[in-house]
């Protein structure tokens, strides 16, 4: 890993990126996917990621998120509710939980996907994944009282 992932870890740890992050991440990801056509993402420069569209919990309108994510060898994907180490869980992952079915944008292709809140053993293993993955997500986990949720989303 480069020099240039080090120190993105070793900043998106630090309080001051829980706080701007949120809101400047999601914002400049939204508009390079719109340009490019939903091709890229500029947070895919260090991870790979995902635009996530959910039915909103209380609204049932569509929501879209970009989000990092860790691809699975079977063809889903790994999410991981971090809300960059923030108090509260992020609002995509109540959708998901009242409205399972969603759709991801992956590598210019909207793919319907299915989503499940993992626990218990799986939980775990998927837990560590993320982690070997990006190892900030430690510090998220520690600087928050509730349990980080993980989703895995599976092609419909």
């Known amino acids: 890993m480069g020099r240039g992932v080090h120190l993105v870890q070793k900043l998106s740890t ?53 989000l990092s994510c860790v691809p699975q060898d079977d063809g889903g994907w790994l999410v991981v509710g971090s809300n960059f180490g923030r108090p509260g869980h992020p609002s995509w992952t109540a959708n998901l939980l009242k409205n399972p079915e969603a759709e991801v944008s992956w590598r210019g292709r909207d793919i319907p996907v299915r989503a499940r809140l993992l626990a218990g053993a799986e939980r775990e293993r998927a837990w560590r994944a993320a982690l070997a993955f990006w190892p900030p997500y430690a510090a998220y986990q520690a600087r928050v009282e509730r349990e980080i949720r993980l989703f895995r989303l599976d092609r419909r």
């Open 14 to 66: 630090t309080r001051a990126f829980a706080r701007l992050a949120p809101h400047l991440i999601p914002a400049l990801d939204r508009a390079v996917h719109r340009m490019s056509g939903g091709k890229a993402l500029l947070s895919t420069r260090m991870l790979p990621g995902v635009v996530l569209t959910t039915t909103g919990a209380r609204s049932g309108l569509p929501r879209r998120t970009p």
